[in-house]
């Protein structure tokens, strides 16, 4: 089954010995780098400082993901990437309270 979904993304990895240690080492070297480095900002005074900046540097870091985004499959049958309305609404119904442009525009013109 092919929900799109990030779970069945993952299912089909092979997980042994190798591949986890594949993952975590370039982290944990990462880890020990900043580590080394935060411990230099503490001893000369600038150790809040380099938190913060380390704290931009990684939002900013992830702001553009080489990734691409989850998808899944609309009522058309086309393929489309994930937001958070698709998320909470796998059938893509109307949900009460949101307003689609036709009933917009009748609203404004009708006054109902």
Request: glycine share 4%; aromatic share 10%; net charge positive.
């Given at each position: 089954m092919d929900g799109g979904g990030l779970v069945d993304d993952l299912s089909d990895m092979p997980m042994d010995f190798d591949t986890i240690a594949a993952m975590l080492l370039p982290l944990i070297g990462r880890l020990a780098v900043w580590l080394l480095?935060?411990?230099?900002?503490?001893?000369v005074g600038f150790g809040a400082v380099f938190t913060v900046l380390?704290?931009?540097?990684?939002?900013?870091?992830?702001?553009?993901?080489?990734?691409?985004?989850?998808?899944?499959?609309?009522?058309?049958?086309?393929?489309?990437p994930l937001s958070a309305y698709s998320v909470f609404n796998p059938n893509q119904e109307r949900i009460r309270g949101?307003?689609?442009?036709?009933?917009l525009q009748r609203q404004i013109l009708t006054g109902r």
């Open positions: 480095l935060f411990a230099g900002a503490v001893y380390s704290i931009l540097f990684a939002i900013f870091r992830n702001l553009n993901s080489s990734t691409p985004p989850p998808t899944a499959t609309d009522a058309a049958g086309r393929r489309r949101s307003i689609d442009p036709s009933q």
